[in-house]
Structures are given as C-alpha cells and as structure tokens.
C-alpha cells in the first residue's frame, strides 16, 4: 500500500509540473492582446475573491461569536469573571464583525453600480 502512495505523490508531482510547463508555453504563444483580456479577468476575479473571503469570514466569526453567547446563556455553572469577560468580548466581535461584513457587502455593491452607471463621455 506505501508504494502505491508513493507512485500515487509522484504521478501528481509530474503532473503538476507538466501542467505547469504547459500553462507556461501557452501564455507565451499567446497574442499580446489576449493576454491583457486575461489579466484583465483575472483582476475582476481576484477583486470577488477577496471580498468573498472577507465577508465569508466576519460572518464565520459571528456565527462563532453567537455561538458564545448562546453557550453563555444555556451553560448552568456558576458565573465566573472570566465567564463574563468572553460574553463581553462575544458580543463585541458578533457585532462588530457583522457590522463589518454588511459595509464591504455595502462597499462591494456601490463599486459594482458605479462601474455600471458610469460613463466617462458625460463628463463636463
């Protein structure tokens, strides 16, 4: 069974650097006009990847900072200092990263209209 995952890792290996080898080639083959159209693509990609994973995770962190509270509320231990600092603390970071998420929502919105309703031939 080793040598399986042996041969198994190095099959991956060489095909990822044949992967890479060819990707490689073919940008190089490629016309000066269609590699601006793909960076140009890849920057548009880029800008919803990064706000994706910005919202993706203040919201994690909110459902993890509800998830605090909740287990605050239900536990039936007696309350300790420290028990009530982290539900401060919870609160403070479900609220503030919730906030956070809805302005780059907000943010991402008014940058996608904008670029709709913009039109440079009606400028003064």
């Not at 069974?1 to 991956?12: D, K, R, S, W």
């Not at 609160?91 to 309703?117: C, E, M, P």
């Amino acid at each position: 069974m080793e040598i399986f995952y042996a041969v198994t890792a190095a099959l991956g290996a060489i095909g990822s650097i044949a992967t890479i080898v060819q990707a490689i080639s073919g940008w190089v083959k490629t016309a000066p006009e269609q590699r601006a159209e793909v960076i140009r693509r890849l920057k548009v990609f880029g800008v919803y990847v990064y706000y994706s994973w910005a919202v993706a995770g203040a919201l994690m962190i909110t459902v993890v900072s509800i998830a605090g509270v909740v287990r605050f509320g239900t536990s039936s231990e007696a309350l300790s200092r420290n028990d009530v600092l982290m539900l401060v603390l919870d609160i403070w970071n479900g609220v503030f990263y919730f906030l956070s998420a809805v302005v780059i929502l907000a943010f991402w919105r008014k940058q996608a209209v904008d670029r709709r309703t913009f039109r440079p031939d009606s400028q003064t």
